[in-house]
């Protein structure tokens, strides 16, 4: 069953959020595999920020652990993919409905060419970017 894309702004107390960017409810594909694995495979994000995405993933994984990524998305008519290494921050090792597990991750590798795609791709999706 593959989920239903959505987009929206996640709003928080400005004194009580400790994120540095604001998040967007977004649902991208991503490609993802552990550090030392060749074997790829696919999950979705949840939410993303410039500094780190929420992801459903079905290989379990621990807090502290890196992992690559490659996110897909579109902007206007260009199609981007961009990878970049990730740590894991949280984990929620309940599987979900959908046989995933859910994961806070924040960007540690990303090319600065990456970061910008990604900056200008979630900068588009609202004018008013509001914590």
């Not at 239903?4 to 991208?28: C, Q, S, T, W, Y």
């Not at 993802?32 to 994984?61: K, W």
Request: charge should be neutral; proline fraction near 5%; aromatic fraction near 12%.
């Amino acid at each position: 069953m593959n989920p239903k894309p959505h987009v929206g702004i996640a709003k928080f107390e400005k004194d009580l959020e400790k994120r540095l960017h604001p998040r967007f409810l977004l649902n991208l594909p991503v490609e993802y595999y552990p550090i030392d694995s060749p074997g790829a495979a696919q999950g979705h994000t949840l939410n993303a920020s410039q500094g780190g995405l929420m992801v459903c993933l079905r290989e379990l994984f621990q807090k502290g652990q890196y992992i690559s990524l490659k996110i897909f998305f579109s902007s206007g008519a260009n199609l981007f993919t961009i990878g970049t290494k990730a740590e894991v921050m949280w984990a929620d090792h309940k599987l979900g409905e959908d046989g995933n597990y859910r994961y806070g991750v924040r960007f540690v590798e990303i090319s600065d060419d990456n970061l910008g795609k990604f900056k200008t791709f979630l900068d588009g999706l609202s004018p008013n970017l509001m914590v």
